[in-house]
C-alpha cells in the first residue's frame, strides 16, 4: 500500500508532518538507499525508510494520552493567523499525535492526543455517543432557556440535540453533550439567554481530566484504551 513518505515519517513517531517534510527537503531521509528531497514522494510496503542514516518503523501499539489545554491555543498544527497552537506547548516529542476532536481558541480542559488516526476518527463520530463532559461559566441561566437547551434547539438552521445539564451555582453549569458539534454549548446557550464567559472539559468518555496540571500531558494506561478501543 502507497504512503505519502512525510506520513510515514510521522507515523514512525520521527517528527510532525510539517517538520518530515523539512527533514526530506533538507536530504535527511532517504528509501532504499536513495535520497530523497522531495515531500512528494510515496513509499510501499517493503521499502526502508531511513533518517540520518537509521533505519525507522512504524509504532504500530495504540498510545493515548491526556492534555490538559490551555486557554488561547489553536487545536490544529498550523494556524494561518499565527496563533498558538497546541503543539506550540506540548514537548516536542509528542508532536506527531493527532488530535481527537477540536478545543476552540478560548476552551480549556481535556484533549485527547493519540499516535492512531483511526482511533481518533472513531471517537469524534457523532453516531459513536461519546459524551464529552464541560463546565461553563455562563452571564446568567434560568430554568425555562435550560429546559430549551435541554430537550434540543434549531438555531440557524442547525438542529442540535438534547444536552444534560445540571447547575452548579448561579454562574457555573455542568453540560454533557454526545454530539460534537463545532462551538455547540456556546451557541446553544447563548441562544436560551446563558451567552457563556468560560468554558472547561472536564471528561471525554470514560477518561477525566482531573488534577493534570495546565500545559501538562499524561499517558492513558493500555487497559483503559483497549475498553475504549472495544466500544467504538
Keep these: 500500500m502507497k504512503i505519502r513518505l512525510a506520513k510515514y515519517i510521522a507515523d514512525c513517531g520521527v517528527a510532525s508532518r510539517r517538520d518530515a517534510e523539512k527533514l526530506i527537503i533538507e536530504g535527511a531521509v532517504s528509501v532504499n538507499e536513495n535520497v530523497v528531497t522531495t515531500p512528494v514522494f510515496f513509499v510501499n510496503d517493503g521499502d526502508k525508510v531511513f533518517v540520518h542514516n537509521r533505519q525507522i518503523l512504524p509504532d504500530t501499539q ?115 453533550v454526545t454530539e460534537g458539534k463545532k462551538n455547540e454549548i456556546r451557541i446553544v446557550l447563548k441562544h436560551v439567554g446563558s451567552p457563556v464567559v468560560a468554558l472547561h472539559r472536564i471528561s471525554y468518555g470514560i477518561i477525566q481530566l482531573g488534577d493534570l496540571p495546565v500545559g501538562k500531558i499524561l499517558e492513558i494506561d493500555k487497559k483503559t484504551i483497549d475498553l475504549i478501543c472495544k466500544n467504538v
Design 62 to 176: 495504540i498510545k493515548l494520552y491526556m492534555f490538559h489545554k490551555p486557554i488561547n491555543t489553536m487545536t490544529t498544527a498550523y494556524d494561518p493567523e499565527h496563533r498558538k497552537t497546541i503543539y506550540d506547548v506540548i514537548d516536542a516529542k509528542y508532536k506527531n499525535l493527532k488530535y481527537v476532536g477540536r478545543l476552540d481558541y478560548k476552551t480549556t480542559g481535556l484533549l485527547l492526543l493519540t499516535n492512531n488516526g483511526n482511533l481518533a476518527r472513531q471517537m469524534s463520530l457523532p453516531q459513536n455517543r461519546i459524551p464529552r463532559t464541560y463546565i461553563a461559566t455562563v452571564a446568567k441561566h434560568t430554568k425555562s432557556g435550560l429546559d430549551i437547551a435541554r430537550k434540543g434547539v434549531t438555531v440557524d438552521g442547525i438542529k442540535y440535540k438534547p444536552m444534560k445539564i445540571e447547575i452548579i451555582d448561579d454562574k457555573n453549569l455542568r453540560v454533557t
